[in-house]
């Protein structure tokens, strides 16, 4: 089971950013994400907003850096970890204009890029870039049509729907991948419906343990019936963690305690089915996430 890391300091909701990000910069989370690299995780993760309404700013904050400038700067100082959008809401996005991004992205990279991808839930950022937001689930789907032919092997991609038609337009530099996955977000049934018949892997969006076995039993029948044999990805989101006794108040939820207690609990994610999961560490600065990353890494990734 492989592990991942959604980055501090680039998206900072109030549900999950610590204290110490709203001061933090670049450096912090180019160090942040060095550390995942040197540590083993699968991939470090940039989240998607283009504008926050005052409404939800409240709660949502309105840092949320761009996740293809993001993943491309990050793309420069580590050497191996893949990087994942979690998730892009390409519905916002032309198909031509987000292939051309994420290809130059996976190009650069040397072919570290996974597209994770999702419907969106702010329905003022849909109405000021002129996006049906009712409809979003459609738009979502074509464009993941349309994206597996534009992040394709083909100079000259084609594609013909309802919503976006387009041929004989070139677009160079090509993935570096012969095939981009595509990783769908969500977990209502209906994005579990298109993780399974649209996508090569899924992010759930928070599921507790308890939901999740359910889950992945529709994903791989939806899967059966429709004929899919293609490799897929079942994600979780764990618990926050702690690595070791902490000295402060970490919460009530997160997991601490010894690397082969923690190790013993987040396999269960495996018997589950799960192929990945995604952690999130409590820290009260760079130097300490730093430190429970590289614990993680060395105590329990090897366990898992």
Known sequence: MEYGIQLPVQSQSTIYAEPWEAAAGPEDLAEVARAADRAGFAYVAACDHVAVPRRLAPAMSTVWYDPVATLAFLAGVT??????????????????????????????????LIL??????????FEALGVDFAGRGAVLDESIDALRKTLGPEEFPEHHGKL????????????????????????????VRRAALKGDGWLPQGDPRDRLPAQIERIRRLRAEAGIEAPFTVGAIAEPLYVGTPTWDVGRRTLGGAPDALAESLRAYRAMGVD????????????????QISAFGADIGPHL
Not at 86 to 97: I, K, S
Not at 171 to 190: D, I, L, N, T
């Open 276 to 291: 990945q999961i995604q952690v999130r560490f409590r820290s009260r600065g760079r130097t300490e996430l730093i430190d």
């Open 79 to 112: 050497e191996r970890v893949r990087l994942l959008s979690h998730v892009a809401v390409v519905g916002l996005r032309h198909p031509l204009l987000t292939a051309k991004q994420y290809a130059t992205l996976d190009h650069l990279s040397a072919g570290r």
């Open 116 to 125: 994770g991808v999702g419907a969106g839930h702010v329905q003022e950022e």
């Open 164 to 191: 976006y038609d387009f041929e004989g337009l070139g677009q160079r530099p090509r993935p570096a991948q012969s095939r981009v996955p595509v990783w769908v977000g969500g977990s209502s049934p209906a994005a």
